[in-house]
C-alpha cells in the first residue's frame, strides 16, 4: 500500500453564512472526509451539524490548501486553524481561544440555568407536596381557634391624640419635602437651614418623632401585657416585637387600633403554625388565598384581612425571621400519626422521620407518633433510647434472655421509679414499652417555636384528633392555648399605670 506523499487542508463551512466552522487535514478526497464528519462528527460539530439538520441542511466543504506535503500537515492545519479562529467561530477544539472561551461560557451560563431550573422545579415539587400536608391538616382541623372572645381594650385618649398628632406632622412633611429637602411653600426651591420654614420644619420633625417614641412605648406596653401569662413561657416578651411598629399603620379610628392591637397575640400564637404550613406550601399569608384557604371561621378571616388590609411588612406584624420548617414538620408529624387517612408524600418522608425522631427524643411522642416512627424506621428506638444495653449484656455475659433486666429491676424497684431515670430508660428500652403522653404539650417547655408548637396541639384538641386523651385533659390544653392570647393580671396592671403616666404627661 502507498503511503500518500500529500493532502488536503480543508474546511467546513455553514450553508447559511459562508463561515469556515472547522478546519480539518485529510489525505483522502475531501468529499470521502466530509462522509466521515456526517457519519461520525466531534462533540462540538455534532451540535451545528444537527442544528443545520433541522433546516434541512448540512455542511458544505471546501479545500484551504492542496498538494501539502504530509510532513507539512500538521503545521499547515494549525496556521490554518490560528487563522481562521479570529472570526470566533471555529469548533475546533485545539488552538481556538477565542471561539473555545466562548463556549465555555456559553456552556457555564447553560449549566447555570439548568441548575435554576432544576430548583425551582425542586421547589415546585416540594411545595406541591406541603399543600397536600397542608389541605389534609387544614381539612381535619378546620383551622386556628378563632379570636372570637378576644376583648378589645379602649384606647386611651392621650395615645389616639398623640396617633393623631404623628400622622398630620408626617401629613405636613410630605407635603412640604422633596428628596429629603423642605421646600419653600409656593416656590418650590429648596429652604436654606436657617430660614423660618426650614426651622418650622426642622420642629415638626422633632414633634412626629416624639409622637413615634410615645406609640412604640404603649405598643411595646400593650403587647407585654399579654406576655408570660401561661406557666414555663420564659422567652422574652413572648411575640416577637409584633406591635412595636403599630403606630405606622393607618388607624381610622380608636376601634380600629384597639382592635388590631387586641389580635397581635392571637395571631403570634394561634397562627404560627399556618402561616409555616402556608409558607411551605407555597401560600403567601399576605394575599386574599391565605385568608380563605386558613379557616372557614368568620372571625378568623376577618382577623386575618385585619392585618392584611394595613398592610404591615411581614404578616402580622414584623416578622422575627422568614419562617423555616420547624413548625411545619410537627404539625406534618401530628398529622401523620393522628389524621385518619393522612397520606405522607414521599418527598417529606425523611422531613417526618426526623421530626418524630426529635419529639420522641423530647419524650413529648404519643403513642401513636412513636408506632409511626417505629414503622418508619425499625431502628429509631436506638436512634431515640439508645441500644438495648440488658439485652447486649445477656449475649456478653452468657445469661439467660432477659436475666438482666429481672436483676435490674429487682434491685433498683418497679414502683414510684422515674421512668425518665437513666435505669427507667434502660427498662423501657429492653421491654420496647415507652411512657408516652395522651398529648404533646411540652407544658415546661421553653423556645422560640414552642408557642406555635402548643397552638398546633390545641388546634388538632379541638378537633378530637387525639383518641387516648380525655376531655378534661383536651378542654385544658385548648384553654391553656387561649390564655396566652388575653392579657394577664400584673401585666394589665403595668399597662393601666403606663396608660395613667401618659395621660399626665399629655395633659402637662
Known sequence: MTTPSAGTIYGLTDPRTGEVRYVGQTTKPIEVRLAGHLAAPAPLVRGWIEELAVEGRRPEIAPIREHVPTGELDLAEREEIALHAISGALLNVASNAVGNARRRKASREEAKRREAEEKAMDLSWRQASWRLVADQVRAATGGPIPPSDIPARRIPEAVWETYQSYREAGDWLTRHSSGGYLLVPGVGLTAAEDSPEAQEGQEIRRLRQRCAGGLEDFMRSFSRSFSAVDDGERYGDGIFGRGDDAYKVAFADPSHMARYLGLIPWAARSLDSWVALADAAGI???????????????????????????????????????????????????GAAHIPGFVVPELLRSDLRDRLTKVAKDRQATSEMCNLLQAIDPKALDTVYGRDRLAIADVELGLPVGLAAQVIAKVFGTDHRDPDSEIGKLLQRNAGVFRTPAVPGYADWSGIHIPAMRSAVACFCAAGLFDGADDDLLEAVIERSKRTWMPGGWGLQALEEFERNLQAKRAA
Do not use: N
Open 284 to 334: 403567601d399569608s399576605r394575599d386574599a388565598e391565605f385568608a380563605e384557604w386558613v379557616s372557614s371561621d368568620s372571625d378568623t378571616r376577618a382577623a386575618v384581612k385585619l392585618f392584611q388590609d394595613a398592610g404591615t411588612p411581614g404578616y402580622l406584624g414584623r416578622r422575627y425571621d422568614r419562617w423555616d420548617t420547624e413548625i411545619a414538620t410537627f404539625v406534618l408529624a401530628l
